[in-house]
T-cell receptor, first 115, second 111 residues
């Protein structure tokens, strides 16, 4: 149980275009999901907390207009990287938890390359 | 603000040896988590530690939590090559669901 599916696994896009990443909880409802960014050989940095039915909460330094988050249902959160540039290239990972005592489940991650 | 420190950052060890990874956190935390990450992959949950004195074991890995010292350890017994990966600890911010991750320990097991 507690499976989180993330799609796509990798994407290459041209500079200036937008990319949408989906995160789904497959066997539980997630009122809260989390989006992380990971640079090569570094730790995970929390970007934002996605709240079902309300606005996302962004961490300090994360551009809200650059990284649009929508959590329209209890099983789906999306991250849209708008007007992507090469510096947005990174590994993006979502996570959710059905019960914190059992931990957080992470999606498989999306490797974004902006050329 | 919760901060999580891990050491060592890099660990190269021979097969069959024992070693410990340390995870210190700065403020009160509800829960402590350990994850494994293989190159190019996402995170795999290893352990969830909920209370002071908690100890959990799975195969050659054993994790413990000392909330008074704000310290968790991940002990590796008789290491094998398959354990080569990056290991992260993460603490649950008291009162909310946000996780703060440690820097990670890149473990390489040498035959």
């Amino acid at each position: 149980g507690a499976v989180v599916s993330q799609h796509p696994s990798w994407v290459i896009c041209k500079s200036g275009t937008s990319v949408k990443i989906e995160c789904r909880s497959l066997d539980f409802q997630a009122t809260t999901m989390f989006w992380y960014r990971q640079f090569p050989k570094q730790s995970l940095m929390l970007m934002a907390t996605s709240n079902e039915g309300s606005k996302a909460t962004y961490e300090q330094g994360v551009e809200k207009d650059k990284f649009l988050i929508n959590h329209a249902s209890l099983t789906l959160s999306t991250l849209t990287v708008t007007s992507a540039h090469p510096e947005d290239s990174s590994f993006y990972i979502c996570s959710a938890s059905w019960d914190r005592d059992y931990g957080y489940t992470f999606g498989s991650g999306t490797r974004l390359t902006v050329v | 603000e919760l901060k999580v420190e891990q050491n060592p950052l890099f660990l190269s060890m021979q097969e069959g040896k024992n070693y410990t990874i340390y995870c210190n956190y700065s403020t009160t935390s509800d829960r402590l988590y350990w994850y494994r990450q293989d190159p190019g992959k996402s995170l795999e949950s290893l352990f969830v530690l909920l209370s002071n004195g908690a100890v959990k074991q799975e195969g050659r890995l054993m994790a413990s939590l000392d909330t008074k010292a704000r310290l968790s350890t991940l002990h590796i017994t008789a290491a094998v090559h398959d354990l080569s990966a990056t290991y992260f600890c993460a603490a649950d911010n008291f009162g909310n669901e946000k996780l703060t991750f440690g820097t990670g320990t890149r473990l390489t097991i040498i035959p």
